[in-house]
């Protein structure tokens, strides 16, 4: 039970802020008589669920790690040179790669104007980059691997949203909304958990340590 407070303590971190920002713009959008999708607020709570589970799964840094672990130790945990680390370990490559396989396919499902392979690529370069960059700060392994793997991920991620529209017949339309939300969103979901997420003094406080 703790260790499910603990985990969903990660989880509301990344969520809540999310969830905030689009009661915001849902407010501001119907003050100007912009339409929305009727389904997305649910899109965005998806979208929350996932990338909260993502932070999970790779442990990206917050800024409690650096008074935790301090600074001295970042660049021992940094390999810049692809497929370098020893052998090959098929398993991870392909969890690597499928964790961003949602981001290729939830983005444009949500925003219309993210419908470019370029767009997405960029998308989970910069996703993954801030993720391994994050994680120097916790002294866990930052690899340009992962970073290859995970672009790889979104890219197929991309080609099943295609393989998808074209299935369903579905159309682009008119998009509610500016050009940068999808940035915002995930800028508001990543500042979640790296300044509220603070694991060690919460754990202290549900183990009594």
């Not at 649910?42 to 979208?47: G, K």
Request: proline share 4%; hydrophobic share 55%.
């Amino acid at each position: 039970m703790k260790e499910f407070a603990l985990t969903a303590y990660g989880f509301l971190c990344v969520m809540l802020p999310a969830l905030l920002l689009y009661g915001i713009l849902h407010r501001l959008y119907r003050a100007k008589g912009i339409a929305e999708p009727r389904n997305r607020f649910v899109m965005i709570l998806v979208l929350s669920v996932y990338v909260a589970g993502v932070f999970y799964f790779t442990g990206s840094g917050t800024v409690y790690d650096i008074r935790q672990y301090g600074l001295s130790a970042m660049a021992l945990e940094l390999n810049l040179i692809p497929f370098s680390a020893g052998p090959i370990d098929a398993i991870g490559y392909l969890l690597n790669a499928v964790l961003f396989v949602p981001l290729g396919f939830l983005l444009p499902l949500l925003w219309s104007k993210q419908d470019r392979f370029w767009k997405i690529l960029l998308a989970g370069v910069a996703f993954s980059l801030l993720i391994e960059l994050s994680q120097l700060l916790n002294l866990r392994s930052t690899d340009i691997d992962d970073l290859l793997l995970n672009s790889l991920g979104a890219a197929i991620g991309f080609a099943l949203y295609r393989g998808y529209a074209a299935i369903t017949k579905r159309s682009k339309r008119p998009e509610a909304g500016f050009r940068a939300e999808p940035l915002l969103y995930f800028a508001v979901m990543f500042l979640g958990r790296f300044l509220l997420f603070l694991e060690f003094g919460f754990a202290k406080i549900l183990y009594g340590f």
